[in-house]
């Protein structure tokens, strides 16, 4: 009898270490300022031909079909932290308080917030931490050689978060909207793969705040967590629009929704509609031959200002 006391107590102790364990993880937010090679879908398998991004990949969700929320870095910036879309965190209505969302949230769970200009110059903590580490790197092999070093810090339990704040083409092209995304993990918290689900920056803090069981203000946020997917790479998502909007007030204005394009280059021009799978050129405006659809759009958009 006393030596199952003693195995049933050491269950517990064991049990109770592993939960402290799980619970006590890192976030490193690997942020590349400016992708150095046009992004397209099949990326992922070019990142592939690098040994610490593979690992990432293998060990993680890799999204292809990711968008920046701005290609400006600071509104990129603004809405990962803020989980709200350019055209929202250009109102003159917009809380300046909402910018600290990911901040309090994390602060609810008592983690520390570090940024670093490099992987070199950052370490492991005792308490529980958000490091936020943006690299200038002009290459894959660059960022190849920071991955290796990250690797060799990292814990099992930590999350990385890997993706771009910006394409490599000029603004609001569409090679400078598509970015990479992997969210990798060394344990078994994540279900490995692969998706072509549409990802948007913003939508990254309510996933990284359900994937470490942190609390938030869903009201308050545009972003829509893909947590359900990062523990199944296939799980849908639902539909939804995004939208961008420059913060030159003569800058464009673009709003997506599945395959459906609608741009004008800034509020004195007409927009115009495109079909992004017939059309990936944005060669041919279909307004004309959708004109529900084209209303419906632009209806959307004064909803999102």
Request: charged content about 20%; some cysteine; aromatic content about 10%.
């Amino acid at each position: 009898m006393r030596w199952f006391i003693l195995f049933f107590i050491s269950i517990l102790v064991f049990q109770s270490c592993s939960d402290n364990a799980s619970s006590d993880r890192d976030l490193i937010l690997l942020l590349v300022e400016k992708w150095p090679t046009e992004w397209k879908e099949n990326g992922i398998k070019d990142l592939q031909t690098h040994p610490a991004l593979a690992q990432l990949i293998e060990n993680g969700v890799a999204f292809g079909n990711a968008f920046t929320t701005s290609p400006e870095s600071n509104l990129a910036i603004q809405a990962l932290t803020s989980g709200m879309h350019s055209g929202h965190l250009l109102s003159e209505n917009f809380d300046k308080k909402n910018l600290d969302n990911l901040k309090n949230t994390l602060s609810s769970k008592n983690y520390k917030i570090l940024e670093h200009t490099s992987v070199a110059n950052w370490s492991k903590e005792s308490d529980p931490t958000a490091h936020i580490i943006k690299l200038n790197a002009k290459s894959i092999a660059e960022l190849n050689e920071e991955t290796a070093n990250l690797l060799t810090k990292v814990s099992p339990n930590d999350l990385i978060v890997f993706t771009a704040l910006a394409g490599s083409g000029t603004a609001y092209s569409e090679t400078s909207l598509h970015v990479p995304l992997i969210f990798y993990t060394a344990n078994d918290k994540i279900k490995k793969g692969a998706s072509n689900q549409t990802i948007y920056t913003a939508d990254l803090f309510p996933t990284i705040a359900d994937f470490l069981g942190l609390p938030y203000e869903t009201n308050t946020i545009d972003g829509q967590s893909f947590y359900k997917n990062i523990k199944r790479p296939t799980t849908p998502l639902d539909d939804r629009i995004l939208y961008w909007r420059s913060s030159n007030e003569k800058g464009p204005e673009i709003l997506r929704y599945n395959q459906w394009k609608m741009y004008r280059q800034n509020s004195e021009t007409a927009w115009q509609l495109f079909d992004m799978i017939t059309d990936p050129e944005e060669t041919d405006n279909v307004s004309a031959y959708h004109p529900g659809k084209f209303k419906k759009f632009q209806e959307l958009v004064k909803k999102n200002k």
